[in-house]
């Protein structure tokens, strides 16, 4: 994946995570919490693994 491609993903990612927790905050108890907070911990792992991803490319330079 490019380097602008990672990035336009990472931004809808983002959002993604926001939208999740904005879900999570909104609910007053039940599923939609849980399912708020799942969207925002799986969106901040993948934004960790893109960085993680962009960073071991560098290592053959």
């Known amino acids: 994946m490019s380097g602008l491609a ?3 993903v990472g ?3 983002a ?3 926001v939208v999740g927790l904005f879900l ?5 108890a ?3 919490y849980s399912i ?4 925002f ?3 901040t792992l993948f934004e960790f693994w893109l960085i993680k991803k962009y960073f071991d490319g560098q290592e053959g330079h």
Not at 24 to 28: L, T, Y
Not at 36 to 39: C, D, E, K, Q, R
């Open 6 to 8: 990672m990035w336009i």
């Open 11 to 13: 931004v809808v990612v």
């Open 15 to 17: 959002v993604l995570a």
């Open 24 to 28: 999570a905050s909104g609910a007053h």
């Open 30 to 32: 039940g599923p939609m």
């Open 36 to 39: 708020g907070l799942v969207i």
């Open 41 to 43: 911990l799986a969106s």
